[in-house]
Nanobody, 121 residues
Framework: QVQLVESGGGLVQAGGSLRLSCAAS????????MGWYRQAPGKQRELVAS???????NYADFAKGRFTISRDNAKRTVYLQMSSLKPSDTAVYYC???????????????WGQGTQVTVSS
């Protein structure tokens, strides 16, 4: 079994900052890609940022210059530092991992349960 557990969401005023964390645990052999997505009410889920095990990060245009993704491979944790937050950033933020788990030694996609981020004006 693999679990992704997010934390760090909450209510913040416009212009403020938040740091999200997502820790992966369970029968994991290797984590290839970790990332953050978000879904606002009435909208489709969209990529915020992703980071591979090696290589460069990828950011959505709205995240460039304001958000920073990082990961700690030893802790199997990915972070999203969000700054200069806007009301339009209000959404449920989901962690995603593409990993090989020891259950079937296949590459699978896992999602966290989501954490609410609300930015007030």
């Amino acid at each position: 079994q693999v679990q992704l557990v997010e934390s760090g969401g909450g209510l913040v005023q416009a212009g403020g900052s938040l740091r999200l964390s997502c820790a992966a645990s369970g029968s994991i052999a290797r984590i290839n890609l970790m990332g953050w997505y978000r879904q606002a009410p009435g909208k489709q889920r969209e990529l915020v940022a992703s980071i591979p095990s090696t290589g460069s990060e990828n950011y959505a245009d709205f995240a460039k210059g304001r958000f920073t993704i990082s990961r700690d491979n030893a802790k199997r944790t990915v972070y999203l530092q969000m700054s200069s937050l806007k009301p339009s950033d209000t959404a449920v933020y989901y962690c995603k991992a593409i990993l090989v788990d020891t259950t079937d030694w296949e590459m699978n996609v896992y999602w966290g349960q989501g954490t609410q981020v609300t930015v007030s004006s």
